[in-house]
């Protein structure tokens, strides 16, 4: 059987991010991209929208973008590209993304609304799941996304922002050499003082306790064996031994 562990610090979700039902607004820049998008995949096809756009579509058809981030099928880019919809022939254009670009919490797909469009499915990530994607850059425009939210639902508040980083807490590591991310403890803060008026300590609200979180949902199946302990014994060994020679 396996084992059920309990814990009693994990906090209880808000009820506004635990699902939504937009009501969806197609006639818009976006919208009626969108709907010209949908055509060139067949039935049954799912695409992923993020970003902007599906806060225009969503919230307000002025809150514009100049692109429509979406991820689907592995020949979406060449479908838009063959279709007039890329950059070079309008706007708003279709960017076809990886869904590796969309870096958000780990739970978004399980609260996504998805929206039935001429036999294809439009997937619309929760209102929170984009602006924590948006962290990652924190634009202008991107703390203008936060603003729209708030002003059109009255959240995401300070305690859902924080429970929400908190299970989204790998965020925080540190990107890759390659990588042009900004550091999210940075536009944390940034978002802080322009949203909620005051700074944050990124370490002691949001990762500290995150990580306590983990290491207590860990705790039964932690290994009795100190693995590193033992690999840094070894390799010592092996140092001090030397690498034996032979005589041909």
């Given amino acids: 059987m396996p084992w059920l562990v309990f814990m009693p610090n994990a906090p209880t979700p808000s009820p506004w991010t635990s699902s939504w039902n937009p009501q969806v607004n197609l006639d818009s820049p976006a919208g009626r991209t969108i709907k010209e998008l949908v055509q060139l995949v067949p039935t049954g096809t799912q695409i992923t929208l993020f970003g902007s756009a599906p806060l225009q579509i969503s919230f307000d058809p002025k809150f514009l973008s100049q692109d429509i981030d979406c991820f689907g099928p592995s020949d979406l880019k060449a479908l838009v590209d063959s279709h007039g919809l890329s950059e070079s022939s309008r706007k708003p254009y279709v960017q076809v993304c990886a869904a590796l670009n969309f870096r958000t919490t780990p739970m978004w797909s399980t609260r996504a609304y998805s929206l039935p469009l001429d036999g294809r499915i439009?997937?619309?990530?929760?209102?929170?799941?984009?602006?924590?994607?948006?962290?990652?850059?924190?634009?202008?425009?991107?703390?203008?996304?936060?603003?729209?939210?708030?002003?059109?639902?009255?959240?995401?508040?300070?305690?859902?922002?924080?429970?929400?980083?908190?299970?989204a807490v790998d965020l925080f590591r540190p990107g890759f050499d390659?990588?042009?991310?900004n550091d999210m403890k940075t536009t944390t803060r940034i978002l802080w003082r322009e949203f909620f008026g005051h700074d944050i300590d990124v370490i002691e609200k949001i990762i500290r306790p995150a990580l306590l979180l983990r290491e207590e949902g860990y705790a039964p199946d932690n290994p009795r064996t100190d693995y590193k302990t033992e690999l840094s014994r070894l390799a010592t060994h092996q140092t001090s031994v030397g690498t034996p020679s032979y005589d041909g």
């Fill in 178 to 181: 390659e990588e042009k991310a």
């Fill in 122 to 167: 439009i997937v619309i990530p929760h209102p929170i799941d984009i602006l924590i994607a948006k962290l990652n850059r924190m634009e202008e425009k991107d703390l203008k996304a936060f603003k729209l939210v708030r002003e059109k639902t009255g959240h995401p508040t300070e305690e859902e922002m924080i429970e929400e980083l908190r299970a």
